[in-house]
C-alpha cells in the first residue's frame, strides 16, 4: 500500500481525494488544508485524519507520496519541503511561477529518486494521446503549424477576487486555462524557440487576463498559435482542442475525439486510410477504477500509484515537462509587456523581380 | 417505475461522442418550447417519466407542465440533483463553504435561517443538505416526482471521499419530506452498493451504465453482473448504446436478457427514435419473457 497525504482541499484537492481514497493500492493517511471547517467535516464524516498545516500533516505519520493542490503560488516550497523529506510528489499545474525553481525542483526530485508529475490531465486523454501516436509515426508528414485553443466559461461577469484571478498568486486565463494547450504543443513538438505577438487582455477581471493570444516559433521552422479565452459561455465547459497541419494532412482532436485527414504521401497508420478518420476517446479509453468526472483524472492519479510501486521514474507529465510549459507561459508574459513591435507604418520589402530566366525554374516543391 | 424513462442529456448539450454534435443538440433546444416539442412526442408514445437534471430551464418545463395539468395527467418528473456546474463553479470562486452559502435559500424563513444557520455553525450537515435539496425542489412544487436522484458527479465524489452518511440523509429526507423514493445515479455501482448497504439503505433504486461493452462501468462488466444477479436493488440502465458504439437492436436485446433491470434512461430528439426505442423495448420483453 502507498501512503498518501493530500494537501490542499479547494476544488482540485477534493476531486483528487474522491478518487485516490479508493484506490486499492493507496492509503490516505492524511489530509490538510488551511480551512479548518472543511477539515472539520471532512474528519467528522469520512474518518479521514486531517490537519490545518502541513508540516504537521508530514510530521504526524509515515507517508510515500504526496498530492499538492493548493494556490500555484504556493507550490515551490511545498513541493520542495516534501521531496527534502523523500516524498513522492503529485503536484496540481501549473507547476510554479519562476521557471528557476521548476528547473531545482526537477532536479532534486531526480537526485533522489523520487516520482514527480504535474496534474497536465489532457495528456490521459485518449484523443489528445492518439494525436501524440499519430505525430509519432510521422503520420502527417512534416508539420507546418499548429493551433491550440481553450475555452469555456469560468470569469462571465466582474466578480470579487480569489486566488485564481490574481497573477502574482498564479491565478487567471493564461495559468490556469492556457497553460493546457501550450502544455499539449510542448508534449508534441517540445520546446519553442521564441514567443511573439503576445496579447492577454481583460474581458471582466480586474487583475488579470480573461484571454491569451499568441505565436510560438520552433527551431525547424514550424509555428504555434494558442488561442484562450476562459470568459466564453457558450461553452458548457472548458474546451480543448488542438489542430495540427502537416505536409501530408491534418488532424484535429478535442476531448471527445480525434480526427485525421490523410492524403497521398502520408505514412498511414494501421486501421487508418487516405482521406478521413475518426476516433473516439470513448473508444480508445481504458477502463478505470473509479470514476468521478472523466477517466482522465483518475488515470493519472493510477499512473502515479503505478510509478511509485513499480519504482519507475520516467514520467509523462514529470516536472521537467512542466518546467517547458512554466518558462513559454514566463515568455508569454514577457513577450505581452513588451508589446507589438511593428509600426502600421512598416514597410513590407519590395520582392525582387525575377529575371525572365526564372520562368524556366520550377517553384519550390513542385516536382 | 417504468420500464422506459426519457432522459435530458440531449437537451442540453451533453453528447460524450462530439462536441460538434452537443453544440449542434444545443442550438436546436435552445428555445423551451422545442423540448416541450419533443416530450409531447414522448409522452404521447406511452414514456411518461422525465428524468432531468435540475437545470434552471427545467423549471420552465415544470412550470408548463404544471400550467396544463390535463394534458400531463400520468407525467412524472424524476429529478436529478443537483445541476453539478452551478456547485462547481461556485467552489471554484468561493470554497466549498462559500459555495453552500450561496446556494442556501436566503428568503429570510426562520426555519431556513435555523437548520442552515445552526447546521453550519455545528459542522453538522444534515441541515445544510436538507436546505440544499428543498432549494433544488422548488422548481417541482405541485408536480408528481415519485423518484428523487442524486446526481452521479456528486454521488461518486461523496463515494470516493467515504462521506456516505450523506446518502443516508438524502434518503431520509427525500422519504419524510416530498414522500418519494431516493435514486442514486453512479459510474461505480458495485462500490455504492456496498455504502448503501452499510448506511442501511435496502433495496435502492440505483441508475448507472449499464450496457454490453462495459463502457464506463467501474469495477468491471463481471462485477456488474454480479450485482445484477446476487444483489437487491432496483437497477435502472443508462447509456446502453454506450453512446453510439452499440447498436439498438443488439443493445437492448442484451438490456432486455437481464431480468433485473427494471427500467431503461434514454435520450432522443426524434419521433423515429423514440418509436424504435420503444418498439425494441416491447419487442424484446415480450419474446424474452416468453422465452
Redesign the interface.
Known sequence: MIRVGVAG???MG??H???I??HPGVNVVGVCDP?G??V???E?????RTFTRFEAMLDAGEMDAVLISTPSRLHSAMVRTALERDLHVFCEKPFVLDPHDGEELANLAERRGLVNQVGYHYRFVAAFREVKRLLELGAIGQVTHVQAEAYG??VLKP??S?W?TQRSEGGGCLYDYAAHPLNLVNWYFGEPQRVGGTAMSRVFSRDTEDEVYGTLYFEDGKTAQISVNWSDESY??M?T?VKVWGTAGRIYA????CQTFLRDGAVVPEGYRLGWNVR?T??MTP???????G?EYSAQLDYFANRIAAGELDNVNSFRSATVTDRVIAAMIADAETGPRTERSARAPIPKRPGWMSWLRPAAGVK | MDRLLFGDNQFFGVNHMSEEKARAQAMRFQNTQSIIDVLDVAYDEGIRTFMCTTHDRIAEIAAHVRAKSARYRDFLFYPCMPYAHKYANAMTDYGMLGAVKRFLPDEGLLDAAMRGGMSLAKKDIEGVTTLLIDAEMKMFQGLKTPVIFLQNVVVDFLLGLGFRDAFRIFASHVKSRYGAEPGFITMNLPMLLDALDEVGIENPIVCANINKIGFRMCGGIDAYEHALRERQFRAIAMSVFASGAIAPEEAIRWICERPQIKSVVFGASSRANIRSTRALMDQYSRLLRVA
Not at chain 1, 467528522?44 to 479521514?48: D, N, Q
Not at chain 1, 478535442?254 to 475525439?257: A, L, V
Not at chain 1, 477502463?287 to 468526472?293: A, Q
Request: proline share 7%; charged share 30%; no cysteine.
Open positions: 482541499l479547494g476544488k477534493l476531486s481525494l474522491a478518487m481514497r479508493p480551512a471547517y472543511v472539520d467535516v471532512l467528522k464524516y469520512t474518518g479521514l466559461p469560468v466578480k470579487g480569489t485564481r458548457r465547459k474546451s482542442s478535442d476531448r471527445q475525439e473516439y470513448t473508444d477502463p478505470v477504477w473509479f470514476y468521478v468526472r477517466e
